[in-house]
């Protein structure tokens, strides 16, 4: 019956406890943990000194009593204090687990928040239009001054993250001086430019907050100009006050930033050509600078 009695005991065996308690405070036995991990003959409750009244004494011993010759169970209040002691290593191994519990599900959340939209957007951009010198067959060119646009979007990304997007936008252009024959003369009046076009563009998934996206379009330009005669050393640049509708087509490379869940900032940097040539003057071209925002639908 006795020998039943002590095999209960193995109840409250180290081997009980969870894996961070099996070090440090909980080495109180008179066998230390290793022995208890070997021999089950041995095993005694976690906490329990041999003066405690739970001690169950191993085959072939007898239990012991304090110093005075005090039965062990005036040692209780010490044992609990000696629990309590113990109870903030508990707790910070705890937290320490649930810590690690957190740093291993965040990652999982930011990047379920970094991944793409998949849908319709519409977008409002600004743009900063660059013209370069426009060449005349004969010598000379004409300089235009930098000049501004706006422009708003409606797009569509699929999952296989191509993207089809349309673009009305407005910009203008004023003429700044023409060169010849060694100077210059300058130049009055500006141009308008209506545009209309489409692209289809690649956003790169990165897994984060930016989607670089490269690809290009094409559409149509109307510039209705304002342009006076001039002269400079003797070589005459004609008058323009007329307008027309031509080609164009660009090549555009940016990268969104996602600011929240449906919205975006993007800049982005297009060079754009126009088919446009006129009295003896050749096609234009120019480079935008372009920042704007995307919302998602």
């Known amino acids: 019956m006795r020998a039943g009695k002590e095999r209960s005991t193995k109840a409250f ?7 961070f ?25 976690f906490f329990c000194p041999e003066s405690s009244p739970i001690y169950a004494a191993p085959p072939g011993r007898t239990r012991r009593h304090n110093r005075a010759g005090a039965p062990a169970s005036s040692n209780l209040v010490q044992e609990f204090k000696h629990m309590i002691r113990l109870a903030p290593t508990a707790t910070l191994a705890a937290v320490a687990a649930a810590l690690l519990a957190t740093t291993a599900i965040a990652p999982s959340s930011r990047a379920q928040d970094n991944k793409l939209n998949y849908g319709s957007y519409a977008g409002i951009t600004g743009g900063y239009l660059m013209p370069q010198d426009t060449d005349r067959s004969g010598g000379g060119y004409l300089e235009r001054d930098h000049g501004a646009g706006i422009s708003a979007q409606y797009g569509h990304r699929f999952r296989n993250n191509l993207r089809l997007e349309g673009d009305l936008g407005y910009g203008n252009i004023d003429n700044e001086r023409y060169h010849a024959n060694g100077g210059s003369a300058g130049v009055g009046g500006d141009t308008d430019q209506y545009s209309l ?6 956003d790169v998934a990165t897994g984060t907050p930016l989607t670089p996206y490269f690809g290009g379009g094409a559409g149509i330009v109307h510039q209705r100009h304002d342009r006076p005669a001039v002269t400079s050393n003797g070589s005459t640049l004609g008058g323009n006050d007329g307008s027309a509708t031509d080609f164009t087509a660009f090549g555009e490379a940016g990268v969104a930033y996602k600011l929240s869940d449906g919205l975006e900032i993007v800049p982005s940097y297009r060079y754009q050509w126009i088919n446009d040539g006129a009295q003896g003057l050749d096609d234009s071209t120019q480079h935008v600078a372009r920042v704007g925002f995307r919302s998602w639908f």
């Open 197 to 202: 076009t489409g692209a289809a563009y690649y």
């Open 21 to 45: 308690a099996q070090a440090g405070p909980w080495q109180c036995c008179e066998n230390t943990m290793a022995e208890l991990a070997v021999t089950e003959r041995r095993h005694t409750p």
């Open 13 to 19: 065996s180290i081997r009980a406890l969870p894996r």
